[in-house]
């Protein structure tokens, strides 16, 4: 029986030894960087090709395939790795990761739960008290931060509207600034706001929500009949790791009576560092946080807290009738996890973060987060200090962005060269970074994510970058 076979105890404790030393393998390779590329491009065609030789050839050992995937992926664990915001998980937290996979507890209802359920409020707590919020703060967890953005606002609009029983009544907006990430817009969409219901303030030098514009913004939507329930801000922003000010639009919430978002999957992070929590002031002025455990917490992906300043207005997002579900439907009941959350079956992801605080304490949370600002801060500097390059702005975050200008080169000339550097970077694959566009300037872009990353790998990068421009 295959069945029986796939099953089986001593079948699995074989394999599972076979891929931890795999792991281990991969882990000493890339950290030693004796594993040279970060990311093995190759096209969507070649790879699509490779994969459908591969399914092909039919069944083979577990080991092969896994082999193929850790080779053919992109090494975040690698410290040239400075791409996307995804952290290089902890094994130990990847390591809950397999037991959770394994035990496969739904979460959605108590009995599905036991052990995922206090430790999801726990973990809630723990970020409620950092931020600052009171007694009757807590929250969840959900996978991802656009989903949690989403879940947000749907409770704005369930504590102030009557949408979900009665559809739409009135046209709805929220305010955001232009530099929001694009879930924001996403999920004011798929609320039914339309383009006009998703209002975006304009950018200050810094890239910050110009807070001084939110009046009249939010006065011209009112005449034209929106009504706002909720003011976005970004602690941090994606593209350049801009903070809005928070308590400017704390003020300005207080003042209109409007739901206070703060958008911190990236750097509500900081709220574990009290050197960098500064950025984040007034943030316990808000109504919901968003913060990802899976970008600068360590924690495979995804793994998303949603915390509410009154804990009580999470249970008014979905009140909806699920009779087989949960018995008591009205009680708001925070051991319940589905009540409030998109997600039915959801992912055990507490016992993840809950493995890295038990072992390591979070004092970890602190000095990764205080390591990869001040790496940024460091690249930075020698980005400054190197002829021809420049940045975009100084970095407030571990985000930076930066171009190579040399000499006597024209606007559009440095557009075309930095966009070909950085698709030369790829293809070569020894580091692994991004782009973006501000104000219709191309910068290459780094995002610090892996804290054993070094100044040394930095400065290796703006060779890499010098030695491909002196080619083009
Ligand atoms: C990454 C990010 C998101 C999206 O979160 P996911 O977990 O990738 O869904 C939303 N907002 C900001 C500011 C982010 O940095």
Known sequence: MRLQQAYSAEHFREEAHRLVDQLADYLAAAQSQQLET???????????????????????????????????????????????????PLPMAAMAGML??????????????????????I?????????????EASGLLTSGGTLANLTALLTARATQTEVWENGHEQPLAVLVSEEAHYCIDRAA???????EGIIKIPTNARFQMRTELLEAYYQKAVQSGRKVIAVVGSACSTSTGAYDDLVAIADFCEKHQLWFHVDGAHGGAVVFSERYKPLVKGIERADSVVIDWHKMLLTPALATALLFKRNQDSFQTFHQKAQYLWANQGAQEWFNSGKRTFECT???MSVKIYAILKTYGEEIFTENVETLHDLAVRFA????????????????????????VGEGRTAEQIQILNAAIRQKLLEEGAFYIVQTTLRDKLYLRVS????????????ALLDAIERLAMKM
């Open 189 to 195: 969409r798929t609320m039914g706001m339309g383009s």
């Open 346 to 348: 959801k992912l055990m």
């Open 100 to 121: 959770t996979s394994l035990l496969n507890n739904g979460m959605a209802v108590y009995e599905m739960g036991l052990v995922s359920n206090p430790l999801e409020r």
């Open 123 to 135: 973990l809630s707590e723990l970020l409620t008290h950092k931020i600052g919020f009171g007694a």
């Open 38 to 88: 970060v990311i093995p491009y190759q096209s969507p065609e070649e790879n699509f090709l490779f994969w459908q030789q591969n399914a092909q050839e039919g069944a083979g050992a577990s080991s092969d395939f896994f082999a193929e995937v850790i080779q053919r992926s992109t090494h975040l664990h690698h410290p040239r790795y400075m791409g996307h915001q995804v952290s290089p």
């Open 381 to 404: 500097q020698i980005v400054h200090e190197r002829q021809g390059f420049e940045l975009a702005l100084a970095p407030e975050s571990n985000i930076v962005c930066f171009r190579f």
């Open 448 to 459: 610090l994510m892996n804290p054993l990353t070094t100044e040394n790998d930095l400065t």
